[in-house]
């Protein structure tokens, strides 16, 4: 075989095909490698490393920033089954910095807001994961973010909060299957960051759970805790789920966060939010019809799937309805029962409204949310 290496160099020397394979192959390979280091380096500074001596102590002052609390440190904490939660994972931290500045879109202070404005009696708590500082109103930077965290932070049942995914996860079922690091690698690192968190928090602590780009139109504490809506014929949505803290309620969110160890797949950007929720629906109500899911309740043993229209009446490829004026009669018609909209940030992100614009979104921001809306400025 020695004396045959030779001869199988000079064929491949003299072989333009195989030449050619192999270049590939080793670009193939070094951009893996490559991709794996960007997203663990996007990873570990952001949700692990970069905070471990920030969830051991109190806040870090310095000069006119000051960290935000952990969640699992700071008082007051969630009340378990009381409690409504938002998760901020757009962190962009790197090697050579240290914190992120505290910062909300006004669309994003609309839906904390608007949840805090209906739901007096629940605690709301927004928690970033990353180690996000706070700079004071008479720091740097401390002009338009500054006054829309002042606008959320005018009510008493908002608290803004910090979280490490490690000790987060620490003592629960996720804690070794973190370790493991399928999740730094995912394809969509952030968004399936965000899964992770929404399905361990209600593990954690109960409670409703929503997305960042929605408005909360009326009053939910008096709801039957363990819900969630669905968002088409096929599948449900994760964007507002509420689960209890305890009994049956727990019992799902422990199903969740096992149909997501099992079935987590990095490459699928759904398979592990909306995905876990339809899947542990459907075997908690032994069906994959989902409208069969909403008319038969006793069948789901107490889960509640709403219909389209309670959180999702218009639907992600309509979400251009909520911002241009012609459509706001229809939209409201359409929305007239929903507890929530959802807005469709992914796609409707890069769509201002100017203030006083007769679109749908405008004229539920206006009602919902009044003081975001009025510190946005100009555009909203």
Not at 94 to 103: A, I, P, R, V
Not at 210 to 232: F, I, Q
Not at 303 to 332: C, I, N
């Amino acid at each position: 075989m020695l004396l045959r290496l030779p001869i199988l160099a000079a064929r491949f020397l003299h072989n333009g095909r195989l030449r050619l394979l192999f270049g590939l192959l080793i670009l193939v390979l070094i951009g893996g490698l490559l991709y794996i280091y960007t997203r663990e380096n996007e990873f570990y500074p952001c949700f692990m490393e970069g905070q471990g001596m920030a969830t051991q102590q109190s806040p870090a002052e310095d000069g006119d920033t000051s960290f935000l609390e952990d969640v699992l440190l700071a008082e007051p904490k969630p009340t378990p089954g009381r409690s409504i939660f938002f998760h901020e994972t757009s962190c962009k931290l790197s090697q050579n910095t240290q914190h992120e500045t505290l910062k909300v879109t006004a669309r994003q202070a609309c839906a904390i807001e608007s949840a805090a404005l209906h739901n007096p009696n629940f605690q709301v708590f927004v928690l970033f994961a990353g180690p996000t500082a706070r700079i004071s109103a008479g720091g740097r930077n401390s002009s338009q973010p500054q006054s829309l965290v002042e606008a959320i932070l005018s009510y008493s049942n908002v608290h803004l909060r910090r979280l490490n995914l490690g000790s987060y996860a620490a003592g629960t079922p996720m804690e070794e299957w973190l370790k493991d690091g399928r999740l730094s690698t995912s394809q969509y690192l952030f968004s399936h960051i965000s899964d992770f968190l929404r399905y361990l928090t209600l593990y954690r602590y109960g409670g409703l759970y929503l997305d960042m780009d929605v408005v909360v139109l009326r009053n939910m504490e008096k709801v039957p805790p363990n819900y969630t809506g669905a968002e088409s014929n096929t599948h449900l949505a994760a964007g507002v789920m509420s689960l209890a803290a305890t009994g049956f309620g727990h019992e799902i969110a422990a199903s969740c966060l096992r149909d997501f160890q099992h079935n987590f797949d990095g490459r699928d950007w759904g398979n592990n939010g909306p995905g876990v929720i339809t899947r542990v629906a459907q075997q908690i109500c032994g069906t994959k019809d989902i409208a069969l899911m909403q008319e038969d309740p006793k069948r789901c043993m107490g889960f509640k799937v709403f219909g389209r229209g309670a959180f999702y009446a218009v639907p992600w490829k309509r979400w251009r309805d909520f911002f241009e004026p012609e459509k706001l009669e229809e939209t409201l018609a359409r929305c007239k029962d929903s507890y929530v909209v959802h807005v469709w940030n992914k796609h409707s992100s890069k769509q201002l409204i100017k203030q006083g614009s007769k679109s749908a979104y405008a004229k539920y921001a206006e009602q919902n949310c009044p003081r975001s809306y009025k510190a946005a400025g100009e555009y909203f």
